[in-house]
C-alpha cells in the first residue's frame, strides 16, 4: 500500500488550499483514511479522517480545525481530499495522509501507511 500526497504551498492566513492524497491499493474502500500535521518540536497530530463506506463514511476532526477543513474521499479515484478554509499561520506544518484498517483513528499509531508529506506554510 503506497500513499502519495499533493498540494502543500504557500498561503496568507485566511486563504484556502485543497490537500489530496493518492492511494495505490484497490481495497482503498476498505480503508480509514485521514491527515495528521506537524511542525518543529511537535507531537504528529490528527487533522481529520473518513470511515469507509462500510462504516457509515463518517468523518473526524480535531478541535484546532473544526468548522476550517473538510476531508472527503472518491472511491472511484482512490483518492482523499482536505480542503483547507480560513487558513491561520499556527496551520503551518507538514501534513502527512495516511491509512489504516481500524484502531483509534485519532492515533498516528494506529495507522501502518503514510504518504510523503507535503508542506503547508501560512504567513501572517
Known amino acids: 500500500v503506497q500513499l502519495q500526497a499533493f498540494g502543500g504551498g504557500l498561503v496568507q492566513a485566511g486563504g484556502s488550499l485543497k490537500l489530496s492524497c493518492e492511494f495505490s491499493a484497490r481495497t482503498f474502500v476498505d480503508y480509514v483514511v485521514g491527515w495528521f500535521r506537524q511542525s518543529p518540536g511537535n507531537e504528529r497530530e490528527f487533522v481529520a479522517a473518513?470511515?469507509?463506506?462500510?462504516?457509515?463514511?463518517?468523518?473526524y476532526y480535531g478541535d484546532a480545525v473544526k468548522g476550517r477543513f473538510t476531508i472527503s474521499r472518491d472511491n472511484t479515484r482512490n483518492t482523499e481530499y482536505l480542503q483547507m478554509n480560513s487558513l491561520k499561520p499556527e496551520d503551518t506544518a507538514v501534513y502527512y495522509c495516511a491509512a489504516t484498517r481500524g484502531g483509534d483513528l485519532f492515533y498516528h499509531r494506529a495507522y501502518p501507511y503514510w504518504g510523503q508529506g507535503t508542506q503547508v506554510t501560512v504567513s501572517s
Open positions: 473518513v470511515a469507509p463506506i462500510s462504516g457509515g463514511g463518517s468523518t
